[in-house]
C-alpha cells in the first residue's frame, strides 16, 4: 500500500531533549516535506527536500534540521526542543514538483501526523 | 509563488452543493490550481487540481475561468463527511517550487 509513515504519533517530551521524527516513504517519491499546524496558524512548511542530499527551508526552520541520505526518508530533528515547537506536524511526499505529466503527478500525499508536545 | 484568498469558514447543509471560491489574482502563466482536503486530526488529501475550464473526478469539481484568476471548488449534495478544511494551492511547476498552504476554509455540514 501506498503511504507515508511517520513516527511516533504522540510524544510528550521535555525541554532541551533531542528527538527526531522519523518519516518514510515507499512511492518512491522525490519531493518530501515537513509542515507544522499549530490553530489559527493553518499548515506551514518547515523544510523541504527536491531529492537525495538536497534540502532547503521552509517559511519556519528555525529550531529544526533535516537530513536525506536515502530517497525514501526524511527524519525532522528538533536539536533542543522547546515549549513553542509543541504542534501537530505532518510529513508530505509527492513524486515530483513539475509540470504534472499527469493530473495527479504532483500530488502530496501526507502521513498521519506526529503530536508533539514540549513540556 | 501567487498568494491565495479564500473564505475562513462556510456552513452547509446535508444535500446541498457547497462552492468555495480562491482568488489568486496573481496566478502565473505556468501555475496549476490544486485543491485539498483535511480532516481534524489527518493530513491534507489531494481532492483535485486543474489549468484552466472545469476539471471534475469522482469527488468534485473544479471551475477556472478564462482570466484564471479565481477558481471555484464545488462539492455536489455535501454529507456530515465533508465537514473539513478546504485548501486551495497555486503552483508553478518547477524544481524550486514549494508547497504552501494557507489557512484554508473550514467547512460545516449540518444535518
Known amino acids: 500500500e501506498a503511504q507515508v509513515t511517520q513516527n511516533p504519533r504522540y510524544l510528550i517530551t521535555v525541554t532541551g531533549k533531542k528527538l527526531t521524527v522519523t518519516c518514510s516513504q515507499n512511492?518512491?517519491?522525490?519531493?518530501m516535506s515537513w509542515y507544522r499546524q499549530d490553530p489559527g496558524l493553518g499548515l506551514r512548511q518547515i523544510y523541504y527536500s527536491m531529492n537525495v542530499e538536497v534540502t532547503d527551508k521552509g517559511d519556519v526552520p528555525e529550531g529544526y534540521k533535516v537530513s536525506r541520505k536515502e530517497k525514501r526518508n526524511f527524519p525532522l530533528i528538533l536539536e533542543s526542543p522547546s515549549p513553542n515547537q509543541t504542534s501537530l506536524y505532518f510529513c508530505?511526499?509527492?513524486?515530483?514538483?513539475?509540470?504534472?505529466?499527469?493530473?495527479?503527478?504532483?500530488?502530496?500525499?501526507f502521513g498521519q501526523g506526529t503530536r508533539l508536545t514540549v513540556v | 509563488l501567487a498568494k491565495t484568498t479564500q473564505p475562513i469558514s462556510m456552513d452547509s447543509y446535508e444535500g446541498q452543493e457547497v462552492n468555495i471560491t480562491c482568488s489568486h489574482n496573481?496566478?502565473?502563466?505556468?501555475?496549476?490550481i490544486t485543491w485539498y482536503q483535511q480532516f481534524p486530526s489527518q493530513g491534507p488529501r489531494f481532492i483535485i487540481q486543474g489549468y484552466k475550464t472545469k476539471v471534475t473526478n469522482e469527488v468534485a469539481s473544479l471551475f477556472i475561468p478564462a482570466d484564471r484568476k479565481s477558481s471555484t471548488l464545488s462539492l455536489p449534495r455535501v454529507s456530515l463527511s465533508d465537514t473539513a478544511v478546504y485548501y486551495c494551492l497555486v503552483g508553478r511547476p518547477g524544481n524550486t517550487d514549494k508547497l504552501i498552504f494557507g489557512t484554508g476554509t473550514r467547512l460545516q455540514v449540518f444535518p
Open positions: 512511492m518512491n517519491h522525490e519531493y
Open positions: 496573481n496566478i502565473a502563466t505556468n501555475d496549476y
Open positions: 508530505a511526499s509527492s513524486l515530483y514538483v513539475g509540470a504534472p505529466r499527469r493530473p495527479r503527478d504532483t500530488e502530496a500525499f
